[in-house]
């Protein structure tokens, strides 16, 4: 009992130090396609590893059988709207003045 707590203990601590560093990620980022990409990346680790130490919480089969279903589902959607997300972005005027900056700014793109 005491080894599945501290696994579960382990998974809460990663998927916190993943949420950290991504709202850290998100704020010193400067291209918007940077913040999108820490943050789904960091957010779908992040939940992913609360998700795992549930089970290894989970008491029942049928608890543990939903919590699967959940990390499926969130598995699909989390990619599916990040790339909804980024044409949002690059159809935005916004997006056209951030590349024109990052153009001024490096002459390699």
Avoid: N
Avoid at 56 to 61: A, D, E, G, T, Y
Avoid at 70 to 79: C, N, Q
């Amino acid at each position: 009992m005491i080894f599945k707590e501290v696994l579960a203990f382990i998974f809460f601590i990663i998927g916190t130090a993943f949420g950290i560093v991504g709202m850290i990620g998100i704020s010193r980022l400067k291209d918007p396609y940077s913040r999108l990409h820490v943050g789904s990346l960091c957010g779908t680790t992040t939940v992913f590893s609360y998700f795992i130490a549930l089970l290894v919480l989970s008491p029942s089969i049928a608890l543990t059988f939903r919590i699967i279903i959940i990390i499926i589902f969130f598995l699909i959607s989390a990619p599916t709207s990040s790339s909804i997300v980024s044409k949002f972005i690059w159809e935005s005027k916004d997006a056209d003045d951030q590349r024109r900056s990052m153009q001024k700014e490096d002459k390699s793109l």
